[in-house]
């Protein structure tokens, strides 16, 4: 007999015991089913926590027993309070005065928590009836403490030159625990990057190297698991420029470096620049005849047309910061425009030298027009002035072939014009022939042609002498 012959009835056996051990324990766990969060509870130190738990059964009890224990590891759990259903509560003396339990609400309330309480609490329900059913859950609680409103230390507190030193904020808060710290620039997040550096824990925010770009309003957001509180904005001091520098004024009229006014006028001129500490240092001066000479000092300059020697002057303005030790310097063309409409195109001229250009090239594109109409509705002159350019030798070359008694009657140059078709395109280009080709009668297309016979002046005068 085959040794798996033999075994095949106890193997049937033993699967059917499963089968009923995990009926039975099915039907245990839907039972009693027991509820509790799953995720950490935070509580705040001094203040009372409730862990609540949930628990139902579909089945007849006659008794229903709630225990709770607490957790610390590696220490073992311990018991905190117990009690039946119905019957009293009994909990641990060392904890009566912390702990609370209401039944037939399994939920737990801890009073004043502390850091002690940090641990986790085990909730362990058995019910009665036919049989005890247990039903067990662990809840985990952590405890801390409020963060203040964090403040900001700001090193050096006097102010940083831009490419030339660095910035270290310090951010910290007087109570709290867990604390995590966020810097905010403008509002938003700042990240570890090319100027910025952050230590372990981002509580130190380091800008290297210092740079205009940099400037913003810094605050500082300190949180923990129960609390987060923002410091108040903070604005370190670079100092950086002069950039940009220029030279504006409320009236008159700019075109890139060049600034004109009426005469009579008084033009305020202002220049100003992008920089820190504002109220830099400027100068004016006067550029003529290859030399210049100082003005004045300050932001702005007067120009009164009646002062301006020349049509066109030059001013410049220097702009200085002590702070960084940088200056940038720029100049401006004044000139001087008559007044008056009678002027307008000499005020143009002035202001815009490329429409002189346009003018000049538009008016050469009309007159190249106009030649070439007068050239095509001009063709009887034009050929006169080809005939009569051509040397003498070229009118002995005709051959004369006609019908007259005397060939010599015919003699001379046959001009064929030919006339437009009423699409104003010639058919054939004005051409010249001599009297023997005219008699060989060759037919042109039924062009229109108008023939126009020229004698030269030495053949008239030979036949007037004869």
Known sequence: ???????????????????????????ICSALKLTVPSHTIRGIKGQS????VDYNFNITVSNIQIIWLFEKPPT???FLIGCLVNHSVVPDLEYRHKIALKPPNASLQIRSLNFSDEGNYIIKINIDGNRTIPASAKVQVTVDVPVTKPVIYIEPFAGVVENSGNITLNCTVEEGTRVAYQWLKNGNPIEAGTIYSLSANNSTLRIVPVVKEAIGNYSCL?????????SDV????????????????????KLGDYFTFNKGEAVQLYCSADSNPPNIFYSWTQRADNSTRLIKYGRSLEVVSEKVMQKTEEYRCRALNNKTGKWKETHIFVIMMPKGLEQLAQREKYLSPLGIICGIS??????MFLLALWKRFQPHKVLQQ??????????RKAQTISGHENALDDFGIYEFVAFPDAAGISRVSSWSVSVSDAAQGQEFNGTVYEVIRHIPEQYQERQEGT
Request: glycine fraction near 6%; include cysteine; charged fraction near 15%.
């Open 234 to 253: 903070i604005v370190p001091t670079i100092y950086y420029g002069p950039y940009g520098l220029t030279i504006n004024s409320d009236n008159g009229q």
């Open 76 to 78: 073992t759990p311990i």
């Open 49 to 52: 926590l409730t862990l609540p």
């Open 386 to 395: 080809k005939l009569q350019t051509r040397p003498e030798a070229d009118y």
């Open 222 to 230: 300190a949180e923990n698991p129960v609390s987060a509180m923002e």
């Open 362 to 367: 538009l008016f050469l594109i009309v007159s």
């Open 1 to 27: 007999m085959r040794q798996d012959a033999f075994m095949e009835p106890f193997s049937t056996t033993f699967c059917d015991l499963q089968c009923k051990i995990c009926v039975l324990l099915l039907g």
